[in-house]
């Protein structure tokens, strides 16, 4: 599996962006798609999630109710729409696929990352 993660830039605070990660070589096994994120100084930590099927999402509280993770599954890419940004938010956002179904939020349950995409929001 090989993952590609795009739509990374530079916003200002309350701005939006749209991360889409687009992944080759899928196979059925594959349970879920994830966004993580890592910020300087910081250990990578959960953003959202959604399964293969799309019919279940997971989301950090940290962005509950200003991010809305999305999944085409006809391109193989799932999308990660950000609004209301916050200087806080950012980080390098990385996604990953899990072929393990006992954790959406645990980087552990992640056996491939994608290269990771820079998003910056001034104040």
């Known amino acids: 599996v090989q993952l590609q993660a795009s739509g990374g830039g530079l916003v200002q605070a309350g701005g939006s962006l749209t991360l889409s990660c687009t992944a080759s070589?899928?196979?059925?096994?594959?349970?879920?798609m994830g966004w993580f994120r890592r910020a300087p100084g910081k250990e990578r930590e959960f953003v959202s999630a959604?399964?293969?099927?799309?019919?279940?999402?997971a989301y950090a509280d940290s962005v509950k109710g200003r991010t809305t993770i999305s999944r085409d599954n006809a391109k193989s890419t799932v999308y990660l729409q950000m609004n209301s940004l916050k200087p806080e938010d950012t980080a390098v956002y990385y996604c990953?696929?899990?072929?393990?179904?006992?954790?959406?939020?645990?980087?552990?349950?992640?056996?491939?990352w994608g290269q990771g995409t820079q998003v910056t929001v001034s104040s």
């Open positions: 959604i399964s293969w099927s799309g019919s279940s999402t």
């Open positions: 990953g696929a899990s072929r393990e179904a006992w954790s959406f939020t645990s980087r552990y349950a992640y056996g491939y």
């Open positions: 070589n899928v196979d059925f096994t594959i349970n879920h």
